[in-house]
């Protein structure tokens, strides 16, 4: 399913017009991305979690060369799904 799709469904399932629907789930991801970009992180009841943690610099090496490398510090993203959701996928 990409954002298009997406769109689609709301648009089924509100009745809107798909321009104000686009509207809607763009304004949606737009908070999400400024949301976690601050640093905070975004819990969505019944789906999950999504958190940006931080990694130190550290020592990599190329799989290729067998070279040792530093690899920068970094922030990632990581999501957690819901105990609600893992029991809905699994029909337990």
Same mark, same amino acid.
């Given at each position: /399913?990409?954002? %298009?799709?997406?769109?689609? @469904?709301v648009?089924?399932?509100?009745?809107?017009?798909? @321009?104000?629907?686009s =509207?809607?789930?763009? =304004?949606?991801?737009?908070? /999400?991305k400024?949301?976690?970009? %601050?640093?905070?992180?975004?819990?969505?009841?019944?789906? #999950?979690?999504?958190?940006?943690?931080?990694?130190?610099?550290r020592m #990599?090496?190329? $799989?290729?060369?067998?070279?040792?490398?530093?690899? %920068? $510090?970094?922030?990632?993203?990581?999501? @957690? %799904?819901s /105990?609600?959701? @893992?029991?809905?996928?699994?029909?337990?």
């Open positions: /399913m990409v954002k %298009a799709d997406i769109i689609e @469904k648009n089924e399932r509100t009745g809107l017009s798909k @321009k104000e629907c =509207s809607i789930v763009e =304004s949606v991801f737009g908070i /999400m400024d949301t976690l970009e %601050a640093g905070e992180e975004v819990k969505l009841s019944g789906f #999950g979690v999504f958190k940006v943690k931080s990694k130190n610099e #990599g090496r190329n $799989p290729h060369t067998g070279e040792q490398l530093t690899l %920068a $510090p970094r922030r990632i993203l990581t999501w @957690k %799904a /105990m609600v959701l @893992k029991q809905t996928i699994n029909k337990i």
